[in-house]
Nanobody, 113 residues
Framework: QVQLVESGGGLVQAGGSLRLSCAASGFIFSLNGMGWYRQAPGKQREWVAIITSGGSTNYVDSVKGRFTISRDNAKNTVYLQMNKMKPEDTAVYYC???????WGQGTQVTVSS
C-alpha cells in the first residue's frame, strides 16, 4: 500500500526558507520519480518540481532558482527546499508519485509579507 506523508510546512516571512519532507512507503522508492505539487486557495493544483529516479530535476518557472528538490533513497524520502519565499508561494503542498498517481495528505505553507 503506497503511503506518502508530508511534513515541514508552516508560517514563514517573505524571504525566508522552509524544507518540506515526504516519507514514502509501499513501493520501490529508488526506482521511481517523485514530484511536488501545490494548490493555492481558489486555484487549481499546479506542478512545482520533479526528480527522476536518476536524480534529474525540473521546476516550474516561478520557483526556478529558489526551490530545490532532492531525494534520499536510503531514507525513502523526497525533499523540497524552498528559499527566498514569496507570499505567492502560499499553498498546500502535496507530494506526488506519478505512477498511479498517488498523493500525500498535503502540508500547509504560508508566507507572510
Amino acid at each position: 500500500q503506497v503511503q506518502l506523508v508530508e511534513s515541514g510546512g508552516g508560517l514563514v516571512q517573505a524571504g525566508g526558507s522552509l524544507r518540506l519532507s515526504c516519507a514514502a512507503s509501499g513501493f520501490i522508492f529508488s526506482l521511481n520519480g517523485m514530484g511536488w505539487y501545490r494548490q493555492a486557495p481558489g486555484k487549481q493544483r499546479e506542478w512545482v518540481a520533479i526528480i527522476t529516479s536518476g536524480g534529474s530535476t525540473n521546476y516550474v518557472d516561478s520557483v526556478k532558482g529558489r526551490f530545490t528538490i532532492s531525494r534520499d533513497n536510503a531514507k525513502n524520502t523526497v525533499y523540497l527546499q524552498m528559499n527566498k519565499m514569496k507570499p505567492e508561494d502560499t499553498a498546500v503542498y502535496y507530494c506526488n508519485l506519478p505512477i498511479g498517481p498517488y498523493w500525500g495528505q498535503g502540508t500547509q505553507v504560508t508566507v507572510s509579507s
